[in-house]
């Protein structure tokens, strides 16, 4: 867990997306690299990494970090169906590596919309800047704001949470995740490895941390109530 502050802008919140998601790959290769390093389908030297093409967080830095992921995801599968790995937490690491693959296709399907990237239909922004590379990023960090505007992705909000989402679980292992509807509607799911040895101290931070956001809605709630009824008093005096 980190207490740093999560960057603002969508450039550079994919850019620390990019990065923990190539932390974990590299790490979960030196795990696995006893295992499967003498393998003749993998390079004991980049292990579910491979050699680093892309450095950025561009549309083809997601695209090999998806391809990495998947290809690991397999290696994993096969390797567990013929007994070569004895890890515990394999299953875990399988699904580890598919959330990898699955944000990073949802992050490219958003760089290719209409409209999301100005970068990439003006011909005289593309020749200095490619954010594939971690040149441009570095260039992008020391802009003014009114230079980086020029450059920044055009998210809606629905595209801006699903990267805001993707960047604070990061490569996280969510045990508990519940989620309340504005229909009312909860829904709540529990790994199954948590789920067969709980553990309560987590268990009551999870309740606490539900009860503090339920409290929270109804006070905003409560608060845009009496505001809007206050606007139509003052729209509709009496007398």
């Known amino acids: 867990m980190s207490a740093s502050k999560a960057p603002s802008g969508p450039r550079l919140l994919l850019h620390n997306l ?11 290769g030196d795990k696995y690299r006893q295992y499967l390093g003498k393998s003749n389908q993998v390079n004991d030297e980049n292990l579910f990494r491979g050699i680093r093409v892309n450095d950025g967080s561009g549309y083809e830095s997601f695209k090999e970090l998806s391809d990495r992921a998947k290809n690991a995801g397999l290696l994993l599968k096969a390797s567990k169906e013929r007994g070569i790995v004895h890890e ?5 690491d399988i699904m580890m590596l598919k959330r990898i693959e699955t944000i990073s296709n949802d992050v490219r399907r958003i760089l290719i919309m209409d409209g999301v990237d100005p970068v990439k239909d003006d011909p005289v922004k593309k020749v200095t800047f490619n954010f594939d590379e971690k040149e441009s990023i570095e260039k992008f960090r020391i802009m003014t704001s009114r ?3 020029t450059y920044e992705l055009n998210l809606d909000l629905r595209q801006l949470l699903v990267i805001k989402k993707a ?23 529990i790994s199954k490895a948590f789920a067969d040895q709980p553990v309560p101290f987590i268990n009551a931070i999870h309740q606490d941390a539900i009860g503090i956001s339920v409290e929270f809605w109804k006070t905003l709630i409560n608060v845009v109530v009496k505001l809007g009824t206050h606007i139509i008093g003052l729209l509709n005096p009496k007398g």
Not at 18 to 28: F, H, T
Request: hydrophobic content about 35%; glycine content about 12%; proline content about 0%.
């Open 18 to 28: 990019a990065g923990k998601y190539d932390q974990k790959l590299v790490s979960m």
């Open 88 to 92: 515990g937490q394999i299953d875990a």
């Open 147 to 149: 230079e980086a505007d």
């Open 167 to 189: 960047n604070d679980i990061g490569t996280e292992k969510v045990v508990i995740q519940t989620v309340i509807g504005m229909d009312g509607d909860v829904t709540t799911r």
